[in-house]
């Protein structure tokens, strides 16, 4: 089929401006950290209940990340219900944010990460207790077994029957249970103070591989089941959830990956913490046990939010990725950064993130994309990239694909084979659909009628629902 311009029928009526190129898709311009680092791992962020309303916020997602996960929406102080909850069946719910993060992420085909099931803090002190009363007293081990089983049981059917399509390709199932001297958390209600009502009904950790039982029997078979904790660097820890929690868990079958927090240090540059040689240990010490590892809330901050320390923190997160790039290997599938803009970091006073509070990349970003060789770029569109079921799977062209479309000289290709039937979607910034366009692979598309602006253009093949989305900048 020979190739045929088609003129586009925009919505709006719009001076024709002049024909600027617009390299999108693959090109340095406007190539994503998911699309540096797609041929090592999926780079992600987070999104809470306020970011997933700016538009602004969502188009960083889209270009950048192909990993999401919910900061505290997931959390089980957001998703037990108090009334109406018996051991047998307890109540679960998705407050609002969790219900726009989900849908923004099934969508947009983009992964999620689930956080966190099992966790001492963020959870009511009265699921600890008979009648789920505040004033009731502690339950029994046995009680306790049927809430964590159902509320973990209805926790995944709730997301999987609400959101069909969303690729939950991990769960967080037990969170921070380890001490930092190696053991268990101290019993009691005080969890600001770290202590676990977990330990405190259990009387040890025993409710881990409960809980790892629970999630393998009721979560999709394509979701990866996590431990995750913090200071997971440090030597009495590091070894506790190495061979006391992970090790016999992966034994049973019961845990896929472990999750390393990351909440790093930079503080004034010269004594990091931690050193990212004792990081890279940690790394090392969880591959070998045979799991996964996701970086599941990577931040480094540095002392008073000073930015004369922001060269130093670039070098910071190069060293850091260096260390999970060379010691994790192929082991390391994710790593997730917790937080867009420094504004927005539960540590914002000591500016941790990759964006500075106005948007723009900070040293630390640069570093990262420098870190890796264009050569060695890849596609990082979701959905692909070492998903569990990656829909690519169903593609029958090759699943790394060459981009389905590009823009030049305010032209969209389309570049899949001639008989592809492909559905085109331009949105401007504030998410308002300005034109459609069903077409063919070979096709052009001519998008002189629109205004020179940012767009957000979505292309889907029919045949196999391959789909890509993207920024795009006509001038
Ligand atoms: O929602 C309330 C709001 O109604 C109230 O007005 C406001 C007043 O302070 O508080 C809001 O709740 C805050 C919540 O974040 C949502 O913004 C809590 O105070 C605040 O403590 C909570 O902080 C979260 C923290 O977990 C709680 O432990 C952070 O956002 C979140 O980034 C952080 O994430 C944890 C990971 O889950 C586990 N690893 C450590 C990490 C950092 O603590």
Known sequence: MGKRIVSAAVSAVMACCAAVIS????????????????????????????????????????????????????????????????????????????????????????????????WHSQTPGWFFRENFSANGAVVTPAVMDKRMESYIKNMFALITSSYPKLKLYAYDVVNEAASESGGPRTAGTDAGGGQSMWVQVYKDNSFIEKAFTYARKYAPATTKLFYNDYNEYIQAKRDYIANSIVKPLKQKGLIDGMGMQSHLDVRTGSDPYPSAALYGQAVTIYKNLGVEIHVTELDATVNDGNESYFPAQATYYKNIMNEILSKGGDAVKAVVVWG?????????????????????????????????????????????????????????????????????????????????KVSIKLADMRGKTVATFNTHGGDKLSLQKLPAGAYMIDAKRTQDGYRMTSSVILR
């Open 23 to 118: 390299p999108v898709f693959g090109q340095s311009a406007t190539a994503g950290l998911k699309d540096v680092y797609a041929n090592h791992f999926r780079l992600g962020s987070i999104l809470n209940g306020s970011t997933v309303n700016s538009a602004a916020m969502k188009q960083v997602v889209l270009k950048e990340f192909n990993s999401i996960t919910p900061e505290n929406e997931l959390k089980p102080d957001q998703t037990i219900v108090q009334s109406g909850s018996t051991n047998d069946n307890v109540k679960v719910q998705l407050g609002n944010g969790a219900k726009a993060i989900l849908k923004f992420c099934e969508d947009n085909n983009i992964p999620v990460r689930g956080h966190t099931l099992v």
């Open 340 to 420: 867009i803009q420094d504004d927005q970091s539960w540590r914002k006073a000591r500016k941790p993130l990759l964006f500075n509070a106005s948007g723009q990349k900070k040293a630390a970003y640069n570093e990262l994309v420098k870190l890796i060789p264009e050569s060695n770029w890849g596609d990082g569109n979701n959905p692909g990239g070492g998903s569990p079921t990656p829909i690519a799977a169903s593609v029958k062209s090759p699943a790394r694909i060459t981009p389905l479309v590009t823009v030049r000289d305010r032209t969209v290709n389309i570049l899949s084979t001639a008989d592809a």
